[in-house]
């Protein structure tokens, strides 16, 4: 039995080091590099307003520096660096700098379903293993390497705009990128810039 626990939890921990090495390949200091993307970027009502197309992807966020004020006198001390909203696209060679808008770019191979929708989820439990604290430690080691998910894209005033699905999904919040999201979908990168979202299992839609 002690073996068999062995196994399992080295297999968990292969898997999850996996999960981390796929999404540390479609990164490069917390930028995204090198990669072909179609990037969709949206107004705050869910209207496209452009679709832009790269086979060679460098994102980066600007660093600026903000004044600082001592609280009680309100006088200057001095400043720091600080990440602005702005992010700056070099795309094949040439620049985009943007800001505010919502902004969604998906590798090549990924193909977003623009007619999903999910309106009412009903569940209920059937087993030991939907109690809090068992989901709560599965569902932690599933999301290590990927799991079975549909994440919903909306606008920043929550008008839906794509939804990707996977059986191998991960997300996380990348360093050095402003109101970023970062997912794998199967392998394949998402990143989602000032956009609202919901990530769901898959299962929990089915029922």
């Known amino acids: 039995m002690k073996k068999t626990s062995l196994i399992l939890a080295f297999a968990a921990i292969m898997l999850a080091s996996c999960g981390s090495i796929q999404q540390t390949a479609h990164d490069f200091n917390g930028r995204i590099f090198g990669n072909t993307y179609t990037i969709d970027t949206f107004d705050n009502y869910g209207n496209k307003v452009l679709t832009t197309h790269g086979e060679k992807i460098d994102i980066s966020g600007n660093v600026v520096q903000e004044e ?12 720091v660096n600080t990440l ?18 919502t902004t969604i770019f998906y590798e090549d191979g990924l193909v977003p379903d623009v007619h999903f929708a999910v309106e009412t ?16 430690l599965v569902n932690s080691v599933k999301n290590k390497f990927g799991k079975p998910m549909v994440v919903i894209v ?22 050095g990128l402003p109101k970023f999201t970062k997912l794998m979908v199967d392998g394949k990168a998402l990143y989602l810039h000032r956009a609202n979202f919901q990530i769901i299992d898959i299962e929990l839609i089915e029922g």
């Not at 989820?121 to 709560?136: H, R, V, Y």
């Not at 191998?168 to 919040?173: G, K, Y």
């Open 68 to 79: 600082t004020y001592d609280s009680n006198s309100d006088q200057s001390t001095g400043y």
């Open 84 to 101: 602005s909203s702005v992010i700056t696209m070099t795309i094949d060679g040439h620049q985009m700098l943007t800001c505010g808008d």
């Open 121 to 136: 989820i009903e569940s209920q439990s059937d087993s030991i293993l939907d109690s809090p604290s068992i989901a709560g």
């Open 154 to 175: 909306k606008s920043q005033t929550g008008v839906p705009i794509y939804a990707f699905s996977g059986k191998r999904v991960t997300w996380e919040i990348p360093t």
